[in-house]
């Protein structure tokens, strides 16, 4: 792979190959990464890369757009096939980009959100301070029970009644649980609010059908392309037809200019594996060893937040093992298993320190592992962080996650 690059410049080359046998090598459990295809990697990387498209399919500012507006229309119509969506804007770079086009469409400044705080699993751009959405806009904190760390609905509903948002968000980054968009929208209709699903951690779920649909009840649906979808880092606006000329108004030229028009590639290549069998029941396993994580890490003697999942994500309370998400996190990617440090809800840390990690299963699911590899990752999560900072030990399981690895290697096939 990559011999162009290797003769050109190997210096780069020798970064990028360095973090290719970092995956190959290391048990990916970030809930928000997994590994694209090779056939998503080389559109990715297509002579698309070379062209500007500023505009949409039939009304470009440039010439030359005629095949960036047959793929274009490609990704739009798979997606809204996948989704059951009655419109799609598969421009968003991102999905913040996303989430913004849908804010600047909807909104003026001042105007009320109601989301999930960021330490119940809401994300940055949901209305955090130090995000445009926190500096743009009055942001309504909605906060899950403390015991259950479940949605409280009736909490969301009182909130919504007495401030009367102008936005609704269901959608969360660390929710292990099921999302009810239907009592959302019970809730929307009381407050007189427009209602946003963010999915972009459970894109990949609702298109096979192991999460409920955020259709029909929502306004907009925002994603993003590379956690469970599997694509390329990108993102997806989907909304009612009778919303398609303000979102698309701000995407461009509101917030963007030129498409990627290599990654709108690489997004119709994913959705066309969104709408293959294998999908499906590659959502399921995904699930499954969600559930067999969460049990095994039980058997351990963690506490999860809310007591399990129902996702593709597991989220672990470290605080009765008296250890720090970031301690976690730096622990265990010396032992050769990479998670991300989260905070729960009621966490008495800072956000860079938390008292819980994040764990997700998409990654190791598109490596092909089940359930009893679920019941190992568990067992060497507890010896990691029973090891603490004893090197030796943490080494000794960086061997045994190697020789796991190299069973289950990404592009086995390419």
Known sequence: MFEHLKNSDKEVYDIIEREHRRQEDNLEMI???NFASFSVLEAASSFFTNKYAEGYPGKRYYGGCLYCDEIELMAIERCKRIFGAEHANVQ??????????????????????????????????????LSFSGRFYKIIPAKNNLETGLIDYERMEKLALENKPKLIICGASAYPRIIDFKRYREIADKAG?????????????????????????????????????????????????????????????????????????????????????????????????????????????????TGGTDNHMVLVDLRNRNMTGKTAQNILEDAGITANKNSI????????????????????????????????????????VEAGENKKALNAIRDEVKTMTADFPIYKSE
């Not at 909304?239 to 690489?266: C, L, N, T, W, Y």
């Not at 095994?296 to 506490?303: A, P, Q, V």
């Not at 938390?354 to 010896?383: D, H, Q």
């Open 92 to 129: 968003p770079l991102s999905g913040t980009a996303a989430n913004m086009a849908v804010y600047f469409a909807v909104l003026e400044q001042g105007d009320s959100i109601l989301s999930m705080d960021l330490a119940h699993g809401g994300h940055l751009s949901h209305g955090h301070p």
């Open 345 to 384: 809800p009621g966490d008495p840390e800072k956000p860079f320190v938390t008292s819980g990690i994040r764990l997700g299963t998409p990654a190791v699911t598109t490596r092909g592992m089940k359930e009893a590899e679920m019941t190992r990752i568990a067992e060497f999560i507890n010896r990691a």
């Open 193 to 305: 609010a427009y209602l946003m699903a963010d999915i972009a951690h459970i894109a990949g779920l609702v298109a096979a059908g192991e999460h409920p649909s955020p259709f029909p009840f929502c306004d907009f649906v925002t994603t993003t392309t590379h956690k469970t979808l599997r694509g390329p880092r990108g993102g997806v606006i989907m909304s009612k037809k009778e919303h398609a000329a303000i979102i698309d108004r701000q995407v461009f030229p509101g917030i963007q200019g030129g498409p990627h028009m290599h990654i709108i590639a690489a997004k119709a290549a994913a959705f066309g594996e969104a709408l293959k069998p294998e999908f499906r029941s590659y959502q399921r396993q995904i699930v499954k060893n969600s559930k067999a994580l969460a049990a095994g890490l039980l058997r351990n003697g963690f506490t999860l937040v």
């Open 31 to 33: 809930a928000s990464e």
